[in-house]
Structures are given as structure tokens and as C-alpha cells.
């Protein structure tokens, strides 16, 4: 079958289609029949050699398609079915991939928009949950513009709690949309949050890293409050709660919870653009740019 592999580090330009053996669903695992990948940020990151892999190594940690092989012990999908989820090994850019955690995609959408729901959505609701966000509460999202920002905005709100949320200025209206209040991040954040909130926020959460969480812990009132999913290294300086790391515990939940938001017309997550497989360097690239509103995505045909 076809993959997408990198044997080297580096750019874009070590992506490569290649030949490997189909892989097979061992017992609680299905196989899918790829149709679409959703690009993340750490795709790149494992590109680029930021994290602790073997080479050679595929990408693409999120993926839909159709059920064609299923394991010992699968009872809740059949062949046939469509499907959503995450990628064992993270070889999801490929015309076969192997899941454990999964949903069944929602009926109002396509292969293409439901290839990103499993990436930002978990992370939205592992964010949330390690913080005890509930009614009443005011949350600040760090980084609301991304996929995962602008999920974290919409369940805080199915919470019952408010949201603010931090984007270039461009991007204000887009937060707005989704029930957010926007402000600008950088220099002044504390300032400009309080002109909203002037006692501070309850909650804080960092999707988006730049040297914010020193903000953040003064908005929330102390580290305990504030979770990140972009600055590890200043999180354990400042005593701050990292989740995304292998060691995290995951809330695979939430994929099987998503579909009745969705059709409910409560939840959305836009597609900025789609990418043949084959043009999955050009994905990556615009990824890295970090001026991504939404989800990129690889059909596959």
C-alpha cells in the first residue's frame, strides 16, 4: 500500500510516498480504509526531530474512512461503516490505518470534516477536564484561533462557562462566532483581560506556547489553574500542568460524545484548506506557518 515516511529528519521536503506491507486490526482494533488525514502541528514536530522516534516513520496521527477489517473482541463497528479516530503508531497518511480509540462519523459530514475532529476535540476536553472547568466559570484560551483553541472555546461554553480567547486582531471576529471574546495576546495581556475580567480568570489554558503562562498564572491566580499543551519547559519551571506528553492520560470519550453537538448544530470545526496525499509536504508547510484557521486536511483516493 501506499505511505507517507520520512527517513530523515528535516523539512517538508523528506516526506515521501512510499511502498510498505498493509497493516492488520489485532484483537479491539479495527482497520480503516483511509479517505482523509487531519495535519497537527506535532506531525511536523516528528518531522523535524523534536521528538524521541524511530526512523524510518510515518505521520499522521488522525484519520476517516471506511471499517474493512475489524479485531476479536469489536462489537460496536462493522465492515462498511464510516469512521473516525485516532492512529495506532501515528501512521494515519496512508491508504490503510489501524485505530483502538474511534466514533462513528457524524451524518451531516464528509470524510474530509470529520478526518480533524480527533486531535483538537480530545485535546479540548483532556484540557478542560484536568482544570474542572464547569458552569459559571470564566476561562482563558491562550491561542483560540487553532483548531484546538477554537474546540476549547466551544465545549468550555457547552460547560457553562465564558470564554475568552486570544487571537492576532484578524482573527476577532472568527472567535466571535464561536462565542468567544476576543483579545490580542503579547505584551499587555494581563491589562487587557482585566478591562473583561477584572478580578481574573478562574481557568487558563495555553494551546499556543510564546511565553504566556507568566500572564496566564497572574490571570488565574496561581499555577494549579492553568494547563499547557505548547510550553514544556516553562510549565515545569513555573509549575504548571503539561498534558500531551506519551505519559498523558486521554479523554478518547469525548470522540463518541462530539457527534450529537455536531448534529445538534452546538460544535463545529472548519477546514481551512485540503491537500491531495501526495501534496502532504505543502500541508506541512502551512501548518508550520502557525497562521492556520481551522484544519488542514489529506484526501486520499
Not at 520520512?6 to 523528506?14: A, D, Q, S, Y
Not at 488525514?37 to 471506511?66: A, C, H, I, N, Y
Amino acid at each position: 500500500m501506499r505511505a507517507i515516511q520520512f527517513e530523515r529528519f528535516g523539512g517538508p521536503e523528506v516526506l515521501k510516498v512510499v511502498e510498505v506491507a498493509e497493516p492488520h486490526a489485532a484483537a479491539n482494533q479495527i482497520r480503516l480504509a483511509v479517505k482523509a488525514v487531519g495535519v497537527d502541528p506535532v506531525d511536523w514536530k516528528f518531522r523535524q526531530g523534536m521528538m524521541d522516534v524511530d526512523l524510518p516513520r510515518g505521520t499522521g496521527l488522525e484519520v476517516s474512512g471506511v471499517v474493512d477489517e475489524v479485531g476479536e473482541g469489536v462489537t460496536e463497528v462493522k465492515i462498511g461503516d464510516r469512521v473516525f479516530g485516532s492512529v495506532e503508531g501515528g501512521d494515519g497518511a496512508a491508504d490503510f490505518a489501524v485505530l483502538e480509540h474511534y466514533a462513528p462519523i457524524p451524518p451531516s459530514l464528509d470524510f474530509a470534516g470529520a478526518a480533524g475532529l480527533t486531535v483538537a476535540v480530545e485535546t479540548a476536553v483532556r484540557t478542560l477536564d484536568l482544570l474542572g472547568v464547569k458552569s459559571g466559570q470564566t476561562v482563558l484560551v491562550n491561542g483560540a484561533a487553532g483548531a484546538v483553541g477554537i474546540s476549547t472555546v466551544q465545549l468550555a461554553r457547552e460547560r457553562g462557562a465564558r470564554a475568552i480567547g486570544t487571537a492576532s486582531a484578524a482573527n476577532h471576529d472568527y472567535l466571535r462566532s464561536f462565542g468567544a471574546e476576543p483579545t490580542t495576546y503579547g505584551d499587555g495581556l494581563v491589562g487587557r483581560v482585566r478591562e473583561l475580567v477584572p478580578d481574573g480568570v478562574d481557568r487558563a489554558i495555553d494551546d499556543a506556547g510564546g511565553g504566556a503562562l507568566p500572564a496566564l498564572i497572574e490571570l488565574a491566580g496561581s499555577p494549579e489553574r492553568v494547563v499547557t499543551i505548547a510550553d514544556f519547559q516553562a510549565a515545569q519551571d513555573l509549575g504548571v500542568t503539561v498534558t500531551g506528553g506519551t505519559d498523558s492520560t486521554r479523554a478518547w470519550y469525548a470522540l463518541g460524545e462530539i457527534g450529537e453537538l455536531i448534529e445538534a448544530g452546538r460544535f463545529s470545526l472548519p477546514i481551512a484548506q485540503t491537500f491531495p496525499l501526495e501534496q502532504i509536504a505543502e500541508a506541512h508547510r502551512l501548518s508550520e506557518s502557525g497562521h492556520v484557521r481551522g484544519k488542514l486536511v489529506l484526501l486520499v483516493d
